[in-house]
């Protein structure tokens, strides 16, 4: 595992109303990175986009989906580098002009990269994936004032290297939070 890693991120973004229900945001990039070893060190390029498209269906209806990949210091993976890609899809709905509905899933799958090569490699400990779905509902009770109630429930499938197969099992987690946001104009 390198000592250090440096990283210089560039980045294009692209934004496109193709009608007044559909919106497109894009970016495409590149992550150069230098692994800092007490060795040599090793440098690299590893490209990154998103991708996401939102749909007001019907004035109270609306849809989103996006696509990313993205390269940067782990977060989640026991390595130098870590590589996410993440898709998801959601969905809102503002039931009343004080009430409105959410509700969407997520899937994220993180692979790390070792100082040696600077390659990435699912066998990175903590290497894996996790799918979440989540549900909100969230009610102004003033202008100054709003409340949410939400459920969030995801499993990872993480990959441990070296482990025996019960280490390998799915974990699961349930949240929910209830929230009072108050917003002083």
Known sequence: M???TDSIYSELQYTRVITPKITFNGSVGVTQFKL????SDVTGLAPSY???LAWQAFPKLSFTASDSLSV????SVIASLQSSQSQSVG???QLSPKISLAAGVSRTTSTGASASTGGFTVNSTGAGTTTSAFCSASYTISPFLGATASYQYSESNNQQSG???AANAP???SIFTVSLSYHPH
């Open 2 to 4: 390198a000592s250090g």
């Open 36 to 39: 800092l070893n007490s060795g």
């Open 50 to 52: 998103s991708v996401s």
């Open 72 to 75: 940067g210091a782990p977060t």
């Open 91 to 93: 969905a809102a709905y």
């Open 163 to 165: 482990a025996s197969g």
């Open 171 to 173: 974990v699961k987690q």
